[in-house]
């Protein structure tokens, strides 16, 4: 998975990609991790990591920092469309991101987030806010990639994986409502909430709504048993849109 992180201030973006290892590193405990700068780096070294050869752990991500822009460029770009299909966690980090490597990126079917500030009393501050149903609308608008940055975010702003999983299930439950009920009037949804699960619910067929609602309730019960990790079903999940 190819993840991108970039933004003007330099200090901010560190924080978040911290966050986000963080999160990682509570789901995988012997999650090993390899840092690259683009002023210091083996070329050796790096494209043995990135192509996942290393012996030395089998659960990995690797951050390469400053490399999209400068002469390292060439080394990301060439193997962008081969790292996005593999199991580790790829995260560039970057201050700016010229329009030609952003298309590149997003052809690779990588995912960005850029890191932008608030002025407020003149002083600037990063935006920390999260939407919390902004997971549940990239799941209803079935964007994957979109779900699975909300899902980071999320985690790494220390939301429950329980929290999580609600959010999800009454999104599904409300596509489901709009798509089997005979009357809608009847189900005694706000306007809002029902022009959003009739949009939404497009993006599915009948079976696949079922299914979805069925993985959730499996995925709930199988927790408590003992069986899986919520975390890990809702993001396996999410990755399966």
């Given at each position: 998975?190819?993840?991108?992180?970039?933004?003007?201030d330099?200090?901010?973006?560190?924080?978040?990609?911290?966050?986000?290892?963080?999160?990682?590193?509570?789901?995988?405990?012997?999650?090993t991790?390899?840092?690259?700068t683009?002023?210091?780096?083996?070329?050796?070294?790096?494209?043995?990591?990135?192509?996942?050869?290393?012996?030395?752990?089998?659960?990995?991500?690797?951050?390469?920092?400053?490399?999209?822009?400068?002469?390292?460029?060439?080394?990301?770009?060439?193997?962008l469309?081969?790292?996005?299909?593999?199991?580790?966690?790829?995260?560039?980090?970057?201050?700016?991101?010229?329009?030609?490597?952003?298309?590149?990126?997003?052809?690779?079917?990588?995912?960005?987030?850029?890191?932008?500030?608030?002025?407020?009393?003149?002083?600037?501050?990063?935006?920390?806010?999260?939407?919390?149903?902004?997971?549940?609308?990239?799941?209803?608008?079935?964007?994957?990639?979109?779900?699975?940055?909300?899902?980071?975010?999320?985690?790494?702003?220390?939301?429950?994986?329980?929290?999580?999983?609600?959010?999800?299930?009454?999104?599904?439950k409300?596509?489901?409502?709009?798509?089997?009920?005979?009357?809608?009037?009847?189900?005694?949804?706000?306007?809002f909430?029902?022009q959003?699960?009739?949009?939404?619910?497009?993006?599915?067929?009948?079976?696949?709504?079922?299914?979805?609602?069925?993985?959730?309730?499996?995925?709930?019960?199988?927790?408590?048993?003992?069986?899986?990790?919520?975390?890990?079903?809702?993001?396996?999940?999410?990755?399966?849109?």
């Amino acid at each position: 998975m190819i993840y991108v992180i970039y933004g003007a201030d330099k200090f901010q973006v560190k924080v978040a990609a911290e966050t986000l290892l963080a999160a990682k590193r509570r789901k995988y405990p012997d999650l090993t991790i390899f840092k690259f700068t683009a002023d210091d780096y083996s070329r050796e070294k790096l494209e043995e990591v990135l192509l996942g050869q290393t012996l030395f752990a089998e659960k990995f991500a690797v951050v390469c920092d400053g490399f999209l822009t400068t002469a390292g460029e060439s080394i990301l770009i060439d193997y962008l469309p081969r790292l996005q299909p593999l199991p580790n966690l790829y995260l560039l980090l970057e201050e700016s991101l010229p329009e030609k490597i952003l298309k590149q990126i997003t052809a690779a079917g990588g995912a960005m987030r850029e890191i932008k500030k608030l002025v407020q009393s003149g002083k600037e501050k990063l935006t920390l806010r999260f939407n919390q149903f902004a997971l549940a609308d990239a799941l209803g608008e079935r964007d994957r990639k979109r779900a699975w940055i909300f899902l980071q975010e999320a985690l790494a702003r220390g939301q429950a994986a329980e929290d999580i999983f609600w959010k999800l299930f009454w999104k599904v439950k409300m596509m489901l409502l709009a798509e089997t009920a005979k009357d809608q009037t009847v189900l005694g949804l706000k306007s809002f909430v029902l022009q959003q699960a009739n949009r939404h619910r497009r993006n599915f067929s009948l079976e696949e709504l079922k299914k979805l609602s069925s993985r959730l309730v499996a995925a709930w019960h199988d927790r408590f048993r003992g069986l899986t990790d919520l975390e890990l079903d809702i993001e396996r999940l999410i990755l399966e849109l």
